[in-house]
């Protein structure tokens, strides 16, 4: 099956830093990726559509300024969340949906740590 | 509007069945299923686009009712590997995409 990793695993920050994490798709190319924000015990959240070459679709509440995404390539799109706060703190995973397919490839998501 | 789904949890012992609901007061373009097992992340399962649809692989299916307002996902003969929460939602991307609240799923030896 297809493998997507998310770099890194984990982290843990100060508040105030900004953290850039990483999803790239490892077997084939994607112009679309997907960025999810889970707190615990809670459901999915969609942050935003990636989109190759072009800007982020972002959904309804979440703050682009502070999510930033940038998709440059076919295989590699990055989340930074900037100037962190505890609140931040969550479990990231980004999905790629290949050209012509609905299906979607979780990466292993990132642990985002905000002290 | 999040899709509702039911139960919100249920036990099983291994080789029993279950049937997971997700309903949504307005049709759905499509519905998504999604497993996730504890501290992993969600795994896709299967997409279901046609009102009428049944679909799927091995032991589970889902269906998709006329209206596209309800799917059923139907885990038959369940395996300790069925354990973890299952979520339901429309296709994202849709700049309000809301999943279902998930329904936990134990299945025991």
């Known amino acids: 099956g297809a493998v997507v990793s998310q770099h890194p695993s984990w982290v843990i920050c100060k508040s105030g830093t900004s953290v850039k994490i990483e999803c790239r798709s490892l077997?084939?190319?994607?112009?679309?990726m997907f960025w999810y924000r889970q707190f615990p015990k809670q459901s999915l959240m969609l942050m935003a559509t990636s989109n190759e070459g072009s800007k982020a679709t972002y959904e309804q509440g979440v703050e682009k300024d502070k999510f930033l995404i940038n998709h440059a390539s076919l295989t590699l799109s990055t989340l930074t969340v900037t100037s962190a706060h505890p609140e931040d703190s969550s479990f990231y995973i980004c999905?790629?949906?290949?050209?012509?397919?609905?299906?979607?490839?979780f990466g292993p998501g990132t642990r985002l740590t905000v002290l | 509007q999040q899709p509702v789904q039911s139960p919100q949890a249920v036990i099983l012992r291994e080789g029993e069945d279950a049937v997971i609901n997700c309903s949504s007061s307005k049709a759905l373009y499509s519905v998504h299923w999604y497993r996730q097992k504890h501290g992993e992340a969600p795994v896709f399962l299967m997409i279901?686009?046609?009102?009428?649809e049944q679909k799927g692989h091995e032991k589970i299916s889902a269906s998709f009712n006329e209206k596209k307002q309800q799917s059923s996902l139907y885990l038959t003969a369940s395996q300790l590997s069925y354990s973890g929460t299952y979520f339901c939602g429309p296709p994202p991307g849709g700049f309000k995409t809301i999943f279902g609240a998930g329904t936990r799923l134990f299945v025991k030896a």
């Open positions: 999905s790629v949906r290949p050209s012509r397919t609905d299906t979607q490839y």
């Open positions: 279901l686009l046609k009102g009428g």
């Open positions: 077997d084939f190319q994607a112009t679309t």
